[in-house]
């Protein structure tokens, strides 16, 4: 394989090593950008044919390079290789690495479907949904020549959820549900509250996530429950959808309709638990509509529960302790937490 010398650091160190020419080099990988405008599947298919593939992006330092790539440049978008071609619920990478990082533009993703492209200019950076037939260029990307990827950690997490707490089968964490019918709260009270006990507001991130009465027999019947709060938002005005988790906008789940921003102050978004079977279950709201709501942690986070066994253990009955904005009251063996 020929490798690149026409780029190299002061020193004399070839930026671009293990990479074919014309090729860059960032962290283990290669990139090359397309110099003809394709389809999203001629795009793929030339990639293919260099022994590469449409570039995939696990993290925001990735993104950064691609935006150093190609940001400035006058087309508008670039193929990358994101896309809900097959399931529009569903995106996936060409590579078939699990999607773990996600920037979507604004009103991005929504219920678009098609194939996955980077903005540049003004919005550079930023993930829109093209009709996969638009004949855009294109990122590809390989890994360079004499590198090795490191293996992930093969030791599992504790997959052990507090009382009260419900595994989510596919994932290590555990959810509650908090239902408006004993309290409401806005999303970003929702939101606050779910950090300060040490998680998030609820992600999902697949079809078999929804079904929460399914993934614990000893869950209640939360059919009933008409709305309930998940991190999912677009507060900012300039981006698209985002997990409050940090999580990635891999999977979607709107009813028809939705998200339709409704007299431009809609941009969170609440799940009706009784239509996760549906074609849709999703819809946005006024962020400070009251609902019920859904909080995660991650397994083995089980801090609550130990201070109720400190508290039993002391033989404490009734204690009463102020955190930052929130109350931790211990009353006849109850622990709640509340603002």
Known sequence: MKNSTSESSGDGVDLNLGCKHGWKRHSSYCYYIGTESKTYDEAKDHCKRTSSYLADV???VDNAFLISLVGLRPEKHF?????????????????????????????MPGR???????????????????????REKYICKYQAEGTALTPAPTTAPSDLCADGWTKISSRYFC????????ETKSWFEARDYCRAIGGDLLSFHSAAELNLNKQSSRSPNYSRYLTLWIGLSASDQGTGFEWSDGSPVNFQHWKDGEPNNKNN?????EFSSRDWGLSGSW?????EAPNGWVCQIRTGKRWLSYIKLCLDTLNVTKVRVILSNYTISFISGVLSIYM
């Open 175 to 182: 959810f509650k549900v908090f239902p408006g019918s004993l």
């Open 58 to 60: 696990s993290d925001r």
């Open 112 to 134: 678009n479907q098609g194939c996955v492209a980077m903005t540049t200019g003004s919005t550079a950076g930023l993930w829109d949904v093209l009709p996969c037939t638009n």
């Open 79 to 107: 193929w990358l290789g994101l896309s809900n071609q097959k399931n529009q619920d569903v995106f996936e990478w060409t590579s078939t690495v699990p999607v773990r990082y996600t920037h979507w533009n604004r009103e």
């Open 265 to 269: 102050v809609e941009s969170c978004v």
């Open 283 to 287: 819809s946005d709201n006024q962020c």
